[in-house]
């Protein structure tokens, strides 16, 4: 089982990023998928989370109305469209697979993990 993220990078504030996390294909069968972040000295905070059909969305409040989570299963790939950026969304970004079909905001209920992405938001 492997998610591998990409798509981070150095922006200014206000600016658009899309992240991709590509999946293995036993990765993404049936299972909701996951977005999380971790900033500079903060703990892991979950982003968004789409259900293994992406019918189901849910965003953590910070990043409503910004941030955009779809996925491709066709494609094994999931994204995440963020737009309006701010410095306070400058964190290492992590993909995860969920145990369950449709995802939540729990860490734990995310049994596998991809590398981060860093993501830096310039003011």
């Known amino acids: 089982v492997q998610l591998q993220a990409s798509g981070g990078g150095l922006v200014q504030a206000g600016d658009s990023l899309r992240l991709s996390c590509a999946t293995s294909?036993?990765?993404?069968?049936?299972?909701?998928l996951g977005w999380f972040r971790r900033g500079p000295g903060k703990e892991r905070e979950f982003v968004a989370t789409i259900s293994w059909r992406g019918d189901i969305t849910n965003y953590g409040d910070s990043v409503k109305g910004r941030f955009t989570i779809s996925r491709d299963n066709a494609k094994n790939t999931m994204y995440l469209q963020m737009n309006s950026l701010k410095p306070e969304d400058t964190a290492v970004y992590f993909c995860?697979?969920?145990?369950?079909?449709?995802?939540?905001?729990?860490?734990?209920?995310?049994?596998?993990w991809g590398q981060g992405t860093q993501v830096t938001v310039s003011s």
């Open positions: 995860a697979q969920s145990r369950y079909s449709v995802g939540s905001s729990r860490p734990e209920d995310y049994q596998y």
């Open positions: 294909r036993r990765t993404a069968s049936n299972n909701a």
